[in-house]
């Protein structure tokens, strides 16, 4: 990426830069936890009742257009970029959280298959991961 340098470490970024509780919010984002509720499989994180009670009923019971709607991260709502190469750096973060999601959710619900997506739309809300269970495999 083009805002890495040679010398460039993560451990002494991170030393000089954040706080455990930083660390942790991170670590909230790139391996959640999941809960179950009405048939649908939520970031815990997310999780509202009412949200999803709201959005089975508006979405006529299509529980993987919820599990669309409830688990939607936009990067732009969690982190703000600061330059130019970090906007680029954007859509390859959405990329390997949705890879850390999809690592988690496999190990979580053995047998059970989901599809993680990202997108990055740079007019509306840019870079977005989400998923929504397939099915048993």
């Given at each position: 990426?083009?805002?890495?340098?040679?010398?460039?470490?993560?451990?002494?970024?991170l030393l000089e830069n954040s706080?455990?509780?930083?660390?942790?919010?991170?670590?909230?984002?790139?391996?959640?936890?999941?809960?179950?509720?009405?048939?649908?499989?939520?970031?815990?994180?997310?999780?509202?009742?009412?949200?999803?009670?709201?959005?089975?009923?508006?979405?006529?019971?299509?529980?993987?257009?919820?599990?669309?709607?409830?688990?939607?991260?936009?990067?732009?709502?969690?982190?703000?970029?600061?330059?130019?190469?970090?906007?680029?750096?954007?859509?390859?973060?959405?990329?390997?959280?949705?890879?850390?999601?999809?690592?988690?959710?496999g190990g979580s619900f053995p047998?059970?298959?989901?599809?993680?997506t990202t997108a990055d739309d740079?007019?509306?809300?840019?870079?977005?991961?989400?998923?929504?269970?397939?099915?048993?495999?």
């Amino acid at each position: 990426m083009a805002w890495r340098i040679a010398s460039w470490r993560p451990q002494n970024f991170l030393l000089e830069n954040s706080t455990i509780a930083e660390a942790w919010t991170l670590s909230m984002i790139f391996w959640p936890s999941f809960v179950r509720y009405r048939g649908c499989t939520l970031v815990e994180w997310k999780f509202s009742a009412g949200a999803v009670d709201h959005w089975l009923e508006e979405l006529d019971g299509d529980v993987a257009a919820v599990e669309i709607m409830v688990n939607r991260v936009h990067l732009w709502e969690t982190f703000e970029p600061k330059s130019p190469a970090e906007h680029v750096a954007f859509v390859s973060l959405a990329e390997r959280i949705g890879a850390m999601w999809k690592a988690k959710l496999g190990g979580s619900f053995p047998g059970e298959e989901f599809e993680v997506t990202t997108a990055d739309d740079p007019i509306g809300y840019g870079p977005t991961i989400t998923f929504s269970h397939v099915g048993a495999s």
